[in-house]
């Protein structure tokens, strides 16, 4: 084995360890696969909350990476007409990157080939406001508004590509809102708990 080997299994040994102190939940290391819901060690995200994904690329600094945020049709309970995912400012902060031209949004789940959903505009919003189950309280937001209503009972997956990933691995618990059509509020939907910029090399 060689001294990088056992350096990043060392690193991995500690994220997990920290991960039982802080209660945070730890998704499994191979990430590019995919990935249901990761494994939660104590407290994080209650299962009913907790939301699937996939990260493709994911490296430190890579700019092809790849975001795959699932959402199943059990959570959508009327017609949303505007997504809002908000993800800690410490994102930004190491330096990565979301390309709002590359946002796009479909039906189906990761592993499935779904229609795609029209997007009018995608917007961003990295003023710092108190977010729904995070950990803390300065986070960026996307607001991604809907050409159609995605019905509700209808899985559907969010992608961001070409993101250009921070450069630290870092613990991200990204929320998902949406707002109703005719509504004004957001409603709390769940959450992607995904370790970004971290994957363990073959050699």
Do not use: C
Request: glycine share 8%.
């Amino acid at each position: 084995m060689t001294p990088k080997k056992i350096m990043q299994l060392g690193l991995a040994g500690l994220m997990m360890s920290a991960a039982a102190v802080t209660g945070l939940s730890v998704p499994t290391l191979a990430q590019g696969s995919y990935n249901t819901d990761g494994m939660t060690i104590f407290g994080g995200v209650d299962s009913d909350y907790r939301l699937s994904y996939n990260l493709l690329n994911n490296t430190r600094r890579n700019t092809r990476a790849h975001y795959e945020l699932e959402v199943g049709g059990d959570k959508i309970q009327a017609a949303a007409s505007t997504l809002i995912v908000t993800i800690p400012e410490s994102f930004s902060r190491y330096r990565g990157r979301i390309n709002l031209d590359e946002i796009s949004v479909r039906y189906g789940r990761i592993d499935s080939e779904g229609s795609p959903i029209p997007v009018d505009e995608v917007r961003w919003d990295d003023r710092v406001f108190s977010g729904a189950n995070d950990l803390s309280d300065d986070l960026d937001k996307i607001e991604i508004f809907l050409a159609e209503d995605i019905p509700a009972d209808r899985s559907f997956t969010i992608e961001f590509n070409k993101v250009r990933n921070p450069n630290r691995s870092l613990m991200l618990r990204t929320n998902l809102q949406v707002v109703e059509r005719g509504q004004e509020l957001a409603n709390y939907i769940g959450t992607w708990e995904m370790l970004v910029a971290y994957e363990i090399d073959d050699d």
